[in-house]
């Protein structure tokens, strides 16, 4: 089950969904425009800055280094010196930091689902816990970061939207 719930967190299926977010954006008022233009650049941030870092770092992937992990069923993933950082954790540190300016009840929820995707990726053994607490922190980063660029969130919601956060 957690190789299939992976697949939530993957680059590819991400910058699909930012793309088709920002295209539904256009014609829409501002707030919602300049979400959609923040959305699509924290996710082409969020997949190149890990591959970017993985030329720098050569970490062994866990799953490389276990024999019983495979005797029951995990499989191997990705490149071998490629543990650090998770790109996965990365883009949804992002996606909870950007969730920050949304409902409480929704905030929540896409802050749960941002967690529970991110340790899949120790579950399957394609990560060290550190690489997914490191990718998952980087990407918050990141997202905070591109805020100064994009002008996001103005508009997005009202104080009394924080109230309980």
């Known amino acids: 089950m957690a190789r299939a719930l992976t697949w939530g967190a993957d680059e590819k299926v991400l910058l699909v969904l930012a793309a088709a977010g920002r295209l539904a954006s256009r014609g829409r008022e501002a707030p919602l425009r300049r979400a ?3 959305a699509l650049l924290v996710t082409v941030g969020a997949t190149l ?10 970490q062994t992937r866990p799953d490389r280094r276990t024999v019983i992990g495979h005797v029951h069923g995990i499989p191997l993933s990705g490149k071998r ?6 790109g996965h954790a990365l883009h949804m540190g992002a996606l909870a930091s950007a969730a920050s300016e949304l409902p409480a009840g929704l905030r929540r929820a896409i802050r749960a689902i941002a967690v529970g995707l991110s340790l899949t990726r120790i579950v399957i053994l394609a990560r ?3 690489d997914v607490v490191a990718g998952f922190a980087l990407g918050a980063i990141l997202e905070r970061v591109l805020r100064l660029w994009t002008g996001y969130p103005n508009g997005i919601s009202t104080e009394d939207d924080h109230a309980d956060s």
């Open 36 to 38: 959609g233009n923040h």
């Open 49 to 58: 800055l890990p591959h970017g870092l993985k030329l720098v770092f050569d």
């Open 81 to 86: 010196k490629d543990a650090f950082p998770s």
């Open 128 to 130: 060290w816990a550190s």
